[in-house]
């Protein structure tokens, strides 16, 4: 069965310092992998995505996912996190022959403490 | 404005009565989606759509209805409303396959029902 798991709900970081949010995932043939970010009382919005190429994906408001095919993650990551990062994240994964559906991860939870 | 938009943002209703909420986008992306977000559970598919005329049920239809005459629209209706049926409904849309295939989210509906 397809999955997607955040194995965190909250992660904790101070402002400056790099953050990862962790997403592993199980799909059959090549799977397109997806972040979003979710601010209070906010629909999600898009981050990056991974659908072919280069592992390291560059995306919105300074964010990358690197995305490890053998280890099957797609970890969200960025070097100098902000305050303003605080937030719901999740990670999401689509099987190119499955409707569109997305396969959604439960939600981590960032906070970035002054 | 382009984009995707929900009404209302916040819904207070009873039990029993029936409810529609409203998704509308100007993208004429083929595919569309109701999910609802619950704490613990993440988002949950109700229904989605890839074409006008054509729905079909996701991960947790029951108690609901959706159509979709329309390309741009489409709507959710509670038939008759249950406490458990309290959450915050997104709705979002994506372009059909070939094209870019993240979803885009509408701000949400807040349904209470008493």
């Known amino acids: 069965a397809q999955s997607v798991a955040q194995p965190e709900d909250q992660v904790n970081v101070a402002e400056g310092n790099p953050l990862t949010v962790k997403c592993t995932y199980s799909?059959?043939?090549?799977?397109?992998l997806f972040w979003y970010v979710q601010y209070p009382n906010r629909g999600l919005q898009f981050l990056l995505k991974?659908?072919?190429?280069d592992n390291l994906v560059k995306g919105s408001y300074g964010f990358e996912a690197e995305f490890n095919k053998s280890q099957t993650s797609f970890h969200l990551k960025k070097p100098s996190a902000l305050v303003s990062d605080s937030a719901l994240y999740f990670c999401?994964?689509?099987?190119?022959?499955?409707?569109?559906?997305?396969?959604w991860g439960l939600g981590t939870s960032l906070a970035v403490n002054p | 404005d382009a984009g995707i938009t929900q009404s209302p943002r916040y819904k207070i209703t009873e039990t029993g009565r029936q409810v529609t909420l409203m998704c509308h986008q100007t993208?004429?992306?083929?595919?569309m989606f109701w999910y609802r977000q619950d704490l613990g559970h993440g988002l949950r598919l109700i229904y989605y759509?890839?074409?006008?005329?054509?729905?079909d049920k996701g991960e947790v239809p029951d108690g609901y209805v959706v159509s979709r005459s329309k390309t741009e629209n489409f709507p959710l209706t509670l038939e008759s409303a249950t406490r458990s049926q309290t959450s915050v409904y997104f709705c979002?849309?994506?372009?059909?396959?070939?094209?870019?295939?993240?979803?885009?989210f509408g701000q949400g509906t807040r349904l209470t029902v008493v």
């Open positions: 991974y659908i072919t190429g």
């Open positions: 799909v059959s043939g090549n799977p397109y």
């Open positions: 979002a849309s994506s372009e059909s396959i070939g094209g870019r295939p993240e979803a885009f």
């Open positions: 759509s890839a074409a006008a005329d054509i729905t």
């Open positions: 999401a994964v689509l099987n190119a022959g499955n409707n569109r559906k997305l396969i």
């Open positions: 993208w004429s992306h083929s595919y």
